[in-house]
């Protein structure tokens, strides 16, 4: 069993960065990939990122591929989201995952965390 919680949503102009963390907790931590995923507002949930459980391996949506960037602290069982150049079009609930296999679809989840609110405003 794997509890997940997210922190660092907030409200930013375009153009500007935030880091989102995941703090899991669960002694197995290090044996799954994690990633995050987002949904907005009247749309479904979506890949944003995953990394592979030795944090070697890391894969991006297209969308946020050069501007945002997945890692993992294995030691403090923490895995980051760093997000620069942000667009209004990135405003979303952002949600942290596990899974088995590299979550990098919604079928691939085992875990889900309750989400954190990401504002980009123009």
């Known amino acids: 069993q794997v509890q997940l919680a997210e922190s660092g949503g907030g409200l930013v102009q375009a153009g500007g960065s935030l880091r989102l963390s995941c703090a899991a907790s669960g002694r197995t931590f290090g044996s799954y990939a994690m990633g995050w995923f987002r949904q907005a507002p009247g749309k479904e949930r979506e890949f944003v990122a995953a990394?592979?459980?030795?944090?070697?391996?890391?894969y991006y949506a297209d969308s946020v591929k050069g501007r945002f960037t997945i890692s993992r602290d294995g030691p403090k069982n923490t895995i980051n989201l760093q997000m620069n150049t942000l667009k209004p079009e990135d405003t979303a609930v952002y949600y942290c995952a596990a899974g088995n296999v590299l979550p990098t679809e919604l079928s691939k989840v085992n875990y889900w965390g309750q989400g954190t609110q990401v504002t980009v405003s123009s």
């Open positions: 990394i592979s459980w030795s944090g070697y391996s890391t």
